[in-house]
């Protein structure tokens, strides 16, 4: 009956079949087990409970079948703690395999219950039954180091699981997913998800491992391939053919990409994700009904906001205002819960002619957010609406009614006065801005704004506080990296203090050409010309670009190497021209004279 797309059939079978049994006195655990998981597997859940305990009331004591199937259900389910409760009953018969003592364990670090699960683990490594597998539990020894945020204990544990049992793959994933963390250790990390994806090729943890680690490289081929292996060896997995939807849709394979989707379509008809891809292709080949049809599709299974979201956004771009401002009357509550719906529906409601309430919905929306991320959302679609100029008017009235409460708002000015190069203008949005109060999304882009600003005025000290202030919240932000680097080396002379953030952000974006070009040139200042020389070389490889081709030519000079310095200088003033960029223009320029003069002489 399931097969046949009858699955409510299909549960009336099972239970009438269990409840006769159970009359007649010949019901076991196995029949209402086998209904328990049926309905599970159909979405019934109140039911499925029921059937569970129907099950272990039945149950044989000393092996607690069914309860470790409820166990495992729960865990599944996400209702940890229940899960872990479970869990011990089944491990109190003295019976259980170590597997249910592992599954215990992982109930209870998940459920964050860590007292227990450290006095349970310690018990584990002294009983007999971790003779069965004593690598897995130093892997509950890593699960409880990191749970304490104790990384340099967690990978301790897992290298010496990986001593005791090093033909297994999952070991060498979980050292990996630890090592790509760490910036200075993406080669250690890659070598474990190779040496995992050749003990297993057919799982595919290794894989997707591997995939993760190129694309934090910004290396999308791999990252394909990768992908792809895993989807032709698990034409099921649908994680790694989301994943390889959303590289095919950043590296513009539409052809792929519309195969790859069909084809899960067919897999996974009832998965929304499908015809949301089909909507986006559609939308860029400029068919709005096409794109409307796959959305109402998406907003008919999922009732989501992001959903409602994308459909009312391509309602208003098709000139259909009036069915996006009718729908979203009807999803009066979602609206209300959803600030960027608000200023959607004020979008609509302004281009119906009705100016004064659309600005009133976008400016109430604007109101509304909690974070920085939503109100960039919310500012995008006012300036869809009404412009950047009177967007902007909007948003500064609304910060001022708001007051103190207004200084999210007074950021996001800033940022948009940043991106003006009005950097005065951005500093006195910032001025009365009370940080300490501020989300922490708002305050990282308080101080890069505020860095980025005084930068540019020249003002570096103040800049180099702000740089500061922001790495102490946000370790990994790479521009801010970037930047401080750059201001410590090139502004302020202070090479040897600039290096270490130049290196973290060339170890977090090692595909990113302006990074490599702010670490080789410090390289370069501080006399490690082979170090600079191969850095540049890779930044000019992955970018030419003025700049970077002119330090690599300042490299190739101080190394001797005067003929090819003289070709990377005429590369630098091309590339220059190109780019209207005069001040690289002319350092390229001097330094041919200078090098020419230098050949006369």
């Not at 994680?239 to 379509?265: F, I, P």
């Not at 208003?316 to 979203?328: F, K, P």
């Amino acid at each position: 009956h399931r097969a046949l797309g009858e699955p409510i059939v299909g549960r009336d079978v099972l239970l009438a079949y269990a409840n006769a049994e159970e009359q007649a006195g010949r019901a076991t655990s196995e029949h209402w087990l086998t209904c328990a998981q049926y309905l599970m597997d159909i979405n019934q859940r109140d039911q499925a409970l029921s059937a569970f305990q129907r099950a272990i009331n039945l149950e044989d004591p000393q092996t607690r079948r069914a309860t470790l199937a409820f166990a495992v259900t729960l865990y599944q389910a996400g209702a940890l703690a229940e899960a872990a409760r479970q869990f011990e009953r089944v491990w109190e018969t003295g019976t259980a395999p170590l597997r249910v003592g592992l599954q215990y364990a992982e109930a209870l670090i998940a459920s964050e219950q860590l007292d227990k699960a450290r006095r349970f683990v310690a018990d584990l490594h002294g009983s007999p039954v971790a003779s069965e597998n004593p690598a897995m539990v130093r892997v509950l020894d890593a699960r409880l180091a990191l749970a304490t945020g104790d990384t340099a204990a967690a990978l301790d544990h897992i290298t010496q699981a990986i001593k005791l049992d090093p033909r297994n793959a999952q070991f060498y994933v979980h050292r990996g997913t630890l090592l790509a963390a760490m910036p200075d250790r993406a080669a250690d990390a890659m070598a474990d998800a190779k040496t995992a994806i050749d003990l297993a090729p057919s799982s595919p943890s290794g894989r997707y491992l591997m995939a993760a680690l190129h694309r934090a490289r910004g290396e999308d081929e791999p990252a394909i391939r990768q992908l792809r292996e895993i989807v032709a060896r698990n034409p099921n997995e649908m994680v790694a053919r989301k994943q390889l939807a959303e590289l095919y849709q950043k590296t513009g394979e539409t052809r792929l990409l519309r195969e790859l989707v069909n084809e899960s379509m067919r897999l996974a008809p009832n998965d929304p994700s499908w015809p949301g891809y089909l909507a986006v292709l559609a939308r860029q080949e400029t068919d709005p009904r096409r794109a409307m049809e796959q959305m109402q599709a998406v907003w008919d299974k999922t009732r989501s906001p992001a959903a409602l979201v994308d459909l009312v956004s391509m309602q208003i771009d098709a000139g259909l205002a009036e069915q996006a401002v009718a729908l979203l009357t009807e999803q009066k509550q979602m609206v209300g819960q959803t600030p960027l719906l608000e200023a959607l529906q004020g979008h609509a409601v302004y281009t119906l002619g009705q100016r004064e309430d659309g600005m009133k919905q976008m400016a109430r929306a604007a109101a509304r957010v909690t974070t920085h991320e939503q109100l960039v959302d919310v500012r995008n679609v006012m300036v869809d609406a009404i412009g950047r100029p009177t967007a902007s008017q909007l948003l500064a009235r609304t910060a001022e009614a708001r007051g103190e409460q207004g200084d999210g708002i007074r950021v996001l000015l800033a940022e948009m006065a940043a991106a003006d190069n009005d950097w005065t203008g951005a500093l006195a949005q910032l001025e009365p801005v009370r940080v300490d109060a501020l989300a922490l999304d708002q305050r990282k882009a308080y101080y890069y704004t505020k860095g980025l600003s005084h930068q540019s005025l020249t003002q570096l000290e103040a800049a180099a506080s702000a740089y500061k202030a922001l790495l102490a919240i946000d370790p990994d932000n790479v521009s801010a990296l970037n930047n401080y680097a750059h201001l410590l080396s090139e502004q302020l002379g202070r090479h040897d203090q600039a290096l270490p953030s130049a290196e973290r952000a060339a170890a977090l974006a090692s595909n990113n050409a302006y990074v490599l070009d702010t670490l080789g040139r410090i390289q370069f200042h501080v006399g490690r010309l082979t170090d600079a020389q191969r850095t540049l070389e890779k930044s000019v490889k992955l970018l030419p670009m003025a700049m970077n081709t002119y330090h690599l030519g300042e490299v190739a000079l101080k190394q001797g190497r005067r003929f090819e310095a003289g070709t990377l200088f005429e590369r630098a003033v091309n590339l220059a021209e190109r780019a209207n960029d005069n001040e690289t223009r002319q350092l390229a320029q001097r330094a041919l004279q200078e090098l020419k003069a230098g050949e006369e002489g």
